[in-house]
């Protein structure tokens, strides 16, 4: 990237793409940041908003050439929760935003990154310590898309030589805004009842030991892997990131360390199913050894960085 080079966000008002956005504007200049999404209006108070639909070809086309953008951040998706109460719907945004980015990116010579997860792992890869090429035969729509998304990227790549990187993203956990529909969401709902004092009741049982990540480190994650020069980028479709791991029970001893009264019960449903299938924990060695990475948080400093940020 240079500092003159536009950067498009695509699902830029979503838990992620509101920290993404700001970050980038601060990076590289507010002016450089086209952040777009469906909603008519920005989350972000300052800088570029279009609104944009990912599954209309033509008007993303046209926000490409007005801005002459170089790089893509495509986040617009529907997430493992509510994909699997609407599946062919889930289908139909992940894999038709995609190829409009990917066919984009191939027209217009641009730069793109595409957010894998760690749904693309199913109930046959080993759940703890996860390897980077492990099956992949994830039982929800969510993570049949992500698979899917991470081979289209890669053939794009080899075939047309678009500059396609990817992670597959723990659970994000945040204060600036609520998640999306996803099995992880628990994680960051469950602080806005701590700061509230009001007890949670968890979607989870409290022994679902997950992969989680502070969006700190998600943010930086990213950035480090946009920037990366191209011949430190081996893997394609898409690499293991790791931050933390942990259960609802973990997190709650966690919080109450700052929250004595905290209550937490527990009322598992449908997503427990979707949590059972998903890896505990994830070798990242492959995004350690190309290319740096390096997680800074851990459950203690990420609970206390989100209480701080939430009571303030
Ligand atoms: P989110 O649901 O919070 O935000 C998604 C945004 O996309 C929303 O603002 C929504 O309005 C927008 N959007 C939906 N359909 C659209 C469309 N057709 N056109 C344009 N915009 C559309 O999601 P998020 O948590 O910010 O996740 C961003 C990406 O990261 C997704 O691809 C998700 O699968 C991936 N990811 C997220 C996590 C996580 O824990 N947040 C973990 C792994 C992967
Ligand atoms: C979800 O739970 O769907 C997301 C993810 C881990 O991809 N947070």
Known sequence: MQTTDKILVIGANGQIGTVLTQTLQHKYGTEQVIATDLATKPQNASGIFETLDVLDATRLGEI??????????HL???LSATGEQHPQWAWSVNMGGLFNVLEAARE???????????ASFGPHASRENTPQY??????????????????WCQYYYLRYGVDARSLRYPG????????????????V??????????PFTCFLRPDTRLPMMYINDAIRATLMLMEAPKQQIRIRTSYNLAGMSFTPAELTAEIQKHCPDFEVQYQPD???????SWPQSLDDTDARQDWGWQPQYDLASMTADMLANLKA
Request: hydrophobic share 35%.
């Open 64 to 73: 490409i050439r007005q801005y002459n953008v170089r790089c893509v951040y």
């Open 76 to 78: 617009a998706a529907i």
């Open 108 to 118: 217009h010579r641009l730069q793109v990154f595409f957010p894998s997860s760690i």
């Open 134 to 151: 492990s099956p992949l035969e994830p039982t929800t729509v969510y993570g049949i898309s992500k698979v899917a998304g991470e081979l």
């Open 172 to 187: 994000i956990i945040s204060y600036q805004s609520l998640p999306g529909g996803g099995t992880t969401d628990y994680a």
């Open 189 to 198: 709902d469950i602080f806005h009842k701590a700061v509230k004092g009001e």
């Open 270 to 276: 449908f997503r427990q199913t979707i949590a059972d």
